[in-house]
């Protein structure tokens, strides 16, 4: 082992599948000391050969390090491999996609067993791990002192955000995130429909697709201002009467296009219950509040 080798803090990862892969890679390339178990062993093999120390058993690889990163495919997962493994002392950090509600049953079922715990909500894929420039970042919650502590740890593979105390909070994150994300796909794969059958490029289409979802994207901020204050007439540019009035000319070009509503009409729906609500004069923060049960 080199000096460097020596002076940084070590890494036990379980969980080797794409994602637990390129994390190992950037602790590796980073000489972080790193430790990694797999359920299918021969997924460790190659990243032996790179230098990582590979544990035959999930309880050697959470005893041989500190902190340790959980890295599966879910959180049924994550109970059968710490089934029965002693976690007293550990700071685990578990970096799994959960619903918010396992995130926090698992922080107490964390502490019951004598470990720490924090949640982690990955904002990126394989490919963006160990690239700093492509943006990606985790989402952490749970113990702030346990993400203090390892903080400098966690940001070698990717950026690191916490956003709270609350156990749950890093799934809510990424959930959030992800299910904004599908409503924005929802939305382009309706636009490239409309011009599917016609000669239109879809490529050169594109850009102009990808602009005009980057400039209105800008809205979450004032949504988010006037959810705060509650004053959802404050700044309205365009009122949801008039958004409403404009409805059936997006109705009526699908049916001309021959394209199905059932993506767009549910919000349409959702606008016009609001406008009959007396929202008129605001715009379309009000169908926030329409969506709680
Ligand atoms: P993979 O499907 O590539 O790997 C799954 C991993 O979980 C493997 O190591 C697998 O082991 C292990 N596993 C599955 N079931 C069990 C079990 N019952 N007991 C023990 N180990 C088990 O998934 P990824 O690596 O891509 O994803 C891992 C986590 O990262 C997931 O929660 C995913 O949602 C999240 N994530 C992934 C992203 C991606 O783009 N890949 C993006 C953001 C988050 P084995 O090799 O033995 O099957």
Not at 17 to 45: C, D, F, I, Q, S
Not at 107 to 116: D, M, P, V
Request: proline share 4%; with cysteine; hydrophobic share 45%.
């Amino acid at each position: 082992m080199t000096k460097n080798t020596t002076e940084k803090p070590p890494v036990s990862l379980l969980g080797l599948g794409a994602m637990g892969t390129a994390l190992a890679r950037a602790w590796l390339t980073a000489a972080h000391p790193l430790t990694v178990w797999n359920r299918t062993a021969a997924r460790a093999e190659a990243l032996g050969a790179e230098g990582a120390k590979v544990a035959g058993t999930a309880a050697g690889a959470v005893a041989t390090s500190g902190l340790v990163v959980l890295c599966l495919l879910d959180d049924e997962s994550v109970g059968a491999t710490l089934d029965g493994v002693d976690l007293t002392g550990k700071d685990l950090v578990d970096l799994t996609t959960t619903t918010p509600a396992q995130a926090r049953a698992r922080a107490a079922w964390a502490e019951r067993r004598g470990a720490r715990y924090l949640d982690g909500g990955i904002m990126a894929v394989p490919p963006m791990i160990g690239v700093p420039e492509a943006g990606g970042y985790v989402f952490y919650s749970g113990s702030r002192e346990l993400f203090e502590r390892h903080r400098e740890v966690l940001a070698v593979p990717v950026g690191t955000k916490y956003v709270g105390e609350d156990a749950g909070f890093a799934a809510l994150h990424d959930v959030a995130l992800l299910s904004a994300m599908y409503g924005m796909f929802a939305g382009a794969a309706h636009a490239f429909a409309l011009i599917r059958r016609e000669e239109i490029d879809p490529v050169a289409f594109a850009p102009l697709l990808a602009d005009w979802l980057g400039a209105m994207a800008q809205g979450v901020h004032g949504t988010a201002a006037r959810l705060k204050s509650g004053d959802y007439g404050k700044d309205v540019v365009s009122n949801l009467a008039m958004q409403v009035a404009g409805t059936p000319t997006f109705l009526a070009t699908a049916e001309g296009q021959g394209v199905s509503p059932e993506l767009i009409r549910p919000y349409f729906e959702l606008m016009r219950r609001r406008l009959e609500a007396g929202g008129g004069e605001e715009d379309l923060t009000g169908v926030v509040d329409l969506l709680l049960r």
